[in-house]
Structure formats: C-alpha cells, structure tokens
Nanobody, 127 residues
Framework: QVQLVESGGGLVQAGGSLRLSCTTS????????WGWFRQAPGKEREIVAA????????YYPDSVKGRFTISRDNAKNTAYLQMDSLKPEDTAVYYC????????????????????WGQGTQVTISS
C-alpha cells in the first residue's frame, strides 16, 4: 500500500503562487507516474498536471498551461506542483495521485487510471 501526503495548500491572493508537495513513504516512488487533480464544490474532479515515470513527459490542460508546473524528485520521494499566476477559479481541493507504470514515457490524464490518492489539500485564491 502506498500512502500519499499532500502539503502546501493555503490562502493566497490572485496573482500569487503556491507550491504543493506530495510525499510518499514507499520505496517505489520512482516506479510511478504522478498526477495532480483538483475538485471544486459542485464540480467533477479534473486533472491539472501529470508527469511520466521518467519525468520527461508532462501534460497540462489549457486551463493551467503556462501557469502550473509539475515535477518530481525521486531522491526525496516527492512530487511537486508549482502554481503561479493563481486565479480565483483555481480554488479547489487539490489531490496528488500515483499510477504504477511500466511505460516510462506515458502520462495519465484520467482519474480512473490512478492507483493511489492523497487526502487532498485546500487551495483558496482570493480576488
């Protein structure tokens, strides 16, 4: 069982930045592809970033492209989501997710593809 713990959420003004972290205690961190999702009240969970097992492939939807950056540090068993130029519509609970993968370059865009989930961290952007 892989346990994921998110941190770094909070309240910031529009235009500000936050960096979310997702840490796992498992020793197989490098075996997983990673994703960050968010869910606002009354809305479906949506992907905001994904990174491949190798770290060389990434995916961002248009809504965050150019503002969010996903990265991973295998030595620290941690995935990151750097969020810049934040907007009020970015307000949501953010979740990290891990997907066991044999394909080093593949990114996974859909929530149902992921095997493990963190508990979520609240991000609130004030206007």
């Amino acid at each position: 069982q892989v346990q994921l713990v998110e941190s770094g959420g909070g309240l910031v003004q529009a235009g500000g930045s936050l960096r979310l972290s997702c840490t796992t205690s498992g020793r197989t961190f490098s075996s997983y592809a990673w994703g960050w999702f968010r869910q606002a009240p009354g809305k479906e969970r949506e992907i905001v970033a994904a990174i491949s097992k190798s770290g060389y492939s990434t995916y961002y939807p248009d809504s965050v492209k150019g503002r969010f950056t996903i990265s991973r540090d295998n030595a620290k068993n941690t995935a990151y989501l750097q969020m810049d130029s934040l907007k009020p519509e970015d307000t949501a609970v953010y979740y990290c997710a891990a997907k066991g993968s044999y394909i080093t370059s593949r990114v996974y865009q859909h929530a149902y593809e992921y095997d493990y989930w963190g508990q979520g961290t609240q991000v609130t952007i004030s206007s």
